[in-house]
């Protein structure tokens, strides 16, 4: 069965750039429809008790960042026609997950790691989540 609407996970990581790689590949041989997503996670940081809510500043600079991962993957899926990029904020396997099923999407292709760095090792990686709980099928790049 061919797929029709593929979603390709962006975090400007090399590995992400190589599943955005693969997934523009896929779109073409499948003459399929590709929509990138680009989440943007804004940290809350725990003091020891209570929560207290980022500085409005921080939470600009993480849009800021977010909008030059958004304007990256513009530029690199430049060549292909009618590419839907989208810039969602949230829990990043979560939004994935979501998305993929509100846009009717068939398959998911992402890297294997991002840029999650300490937080991947202590909290699981995004790219596992999605495996373990995707309705579609997960193309994961190394």
Do not use: W
Not at 72 to 79: F, Y
Not at 96 to 111: H, P, R, S, V, W
């Amino acid at each position: 069965m061919p797929y029709q609407n593929i979603l390709a996970a962006f975090d400007g990581s090399a590995l992400s750039v190589k599943a955005l790689e693969k997934a523009m590949k896929f779109a073409q041989e499948h003459a399929a429809r590709l929509e990138v997503i680009h989440v943007c996670h804004i940290p809350v940081p725990v003091f020891g008790g209570p929560l207290y809510a980022a500085p409005f500043n921080e939470d600009k600079n993480y849009l800021l960042a977010a909008q030059a991962m958004i304007d990256e993957a513009k530029r690199l899926t430049s060549p292909l026609p009618d590419i839907k990029v989208t810039l969602k904020q949230g829990q990043p396997a979560l939004a994935i997950l979501e998305y993929a099923e509100e846009n009717g999407c068939d398959l998911i292709i992402m890297g294997s790691r991002g840029l999650g760095g300490l937080r991947e090792f202590v909290l699981g990686s995004v790219s596992h989540h999605v495996v373990q709980h995707s309705k579609v099928p997960v193309l994961i790049v190394k």
